[in-house]
């Protein structure tokens, strides 16, 4: 399809990409605005890796590491992650997260690297389904990584530490309504951004959280529920995901 | 959410073809094999069969539709990724209707494959 045609139609998806873009090139919390760029570039790159189609009938993910086609600045390790995430999600475990602390950093830089990968991906996954040319990428904004954490972290839920459902402060309060923060909403919420860049993306793609909780067809979509929710849930039936 | 929207819509489906791909069960939702076909075509990352498919569901659903679907699917390679790389375990909130969810879906099953 023609892209001007498709965000013709469909302005409010062209504009939350373009913010996606503008997020992605600044310095994050834990990452400069150079490395973000990178690790889109890996994420993309990774659906081309003939590696990760060959691996997944190995019974160690790790085993063949270094046959992955890593070609970004990133050190090798993170880049591969950025590949299992992409293409072999099912096997990693919280030991794969815990290697990657020497070239990438304290954990919430690999749940940043995490909120990148994810919403590159289905940014990239829209344009190969409707046969689109991949934009540009944007040039990186100078700057160092505020570092910033939420005043409040919980690490016994899962691997990654996240917000506690009950101990949000206002400057989160946006992210979640109320104390309904389901995991899915709290995973990468040690890197608020990360939440609300998905989040961004999610409303155009999909619904808006408030839209999500609105069993009835969108208002100005042509889909209804059912059909939203039928490719849904056939596409996480494919990724074999259970949650 | 599926069950949720069916379950507000009096209309009889069965989740099971979410799992098999299948849409007998699921003929109360609208296009439902086209929508599967679109789907399945599109985790192929063939392009060829997607092309075929898109061209398919585009006639039925039109310009507007086909953008929404595929802006579904690609949304949803975003949250099971989100799932699977931070390890978090499903909310539970109504654990008998988790429970019905997981039995129409037969989750239960040990060897189950996506597709079969």
Redesign the interface.
């Known amino acids: 399809m023609d892209p001007h045609?498709?965000f013709q139609?469909?302005p409010d998806?062209d504009h939350a990409f373009s913010a996606y873009r503008l997020w992605l090139s600044q310095p994050g919390q834990w990452l400069t605005g150079a490395t973000r760029i990178e690790i889109a570039r890996a994420t993309r790159q990774a659906?081309q890796c003939e590696a990760c189609t060959a691996f997944k009938d190995h019974l160690s993910a790790r085993s063949l590491d270094e046959q992955h086609r890593c070609c970004t600045l990133l050190p090798r390790d993170v880049e591969v992650m950025i590949h299992r995430?992409?293409n072999d999600?099912?096997r990693?475990?919280?030991s794969d997260i815990e290697r990657l602390e020497g070239s990438l950093g304290p954990i919430y830089a690999y749940?940043e690297l995490?909120g990148i990968?994810?919403?590159q991906?289905?940014?990239d996954?829209?344009y190969?389904?409707?046969?689109l040319p991949e934009p540009a990428w944007p040039d990186p904004v100078d700057g160092a990584p505020d570092g910033y954490l939420p005043d409040f972290l919980e690490s016994e839920?899962?691997?990654?530490p996240m917000i506690p459902r009950d101990q949000v402060q206002p400057a989160e309060a946006d992210l979640w309504p109320g104390n309904r923060g389901?995991?899915?909403l709290?995973?990468?919420s040690a890197v608020p951004n990360a939440v609300r860049c998905?989040q961004s993306?999610?409303a155009?793609?999909?619904l808006s959280l408030a839209g999500?909780a609105e069993?009835?067809q969108p208002p100005n979509?042509?889909?209804?529920?059912?059909?939203?929710?039928?490719?849904?849930?056939?596409?996480?039936?494919?990724?074999?995901?259970?949650? | 959410?599926?069950r949720?929207?069916?379950s507000?819509?009096n209309?009889d489906?069965d989740?099971l073809g979410?799992?098999t791909?299948k849409a007998e069960g699921?003929q109360?939702?609208?296009?439902?094999q086209v929508?599967?076909d679109?789907?399945?075509a599109?985790?192929t990352?063939d392009?060829l069969a997607?092309?075929t498919a898109?061209d398919r569901a585009q006639r039925v659903?039109?310009?507007?539709?086909?953008?929404?679907?595929?802006?579904?699917?690609?949304?949803?390679?975003?949250?099971?990724?989100?799932?699977?790389?931070?390890?978090?375990?499903?909310?539970d909130p109504d654990a008998a209707f988790g429970q019905s969810v997981r039995s129409a879906?037969a989750?239960s099953e040990s060897d189950w494959?996506?597709?079969e």
Do not use: K
């Not at chain 1, 209804?224 to 039928?230: D, G, I, P």
């Not at chain 2, 949304?75 to 499903?90: D, E, H, K, W, Y």
């Open positions: 045609f498709v139609l469909r998806i659906t995430i992409v999600q099912n990693i475990g919280p749940i995490l990968v994810v919403c991906f289905s940014i996954e829209f190969r389904g409707l046969a839920t899962t691997w990654v389901a995991n899915v709290r995973a990468l998905w993306l999610s155009v793609m999909y999500m069993m009835v979509r042509q889909l209804n529920r059912m059909q939203m929710e039928l490719i849904a849930g056939r596409v996480s039936a494919l990724n074999q995901c259970l949650y | 959410m599926l949720v929207s069916v507000q819509s209309l489906v989740l979410i799992r791909g699921l109360a939702i609208s296009h439902a929508l599967i679109l789907a399945d599109f985790m990352r392009d997607l092309s898109r659903l039109g310009d507007h539709g086909i953008i929404e679907a595929i802006g579904v699917a690609a949304n949803f390679q975003r949250m099971v990724r989100i799932a699977s790389a931070t390890g978090i375990p499903i909310d879906l989750l494959h996506p597709g």
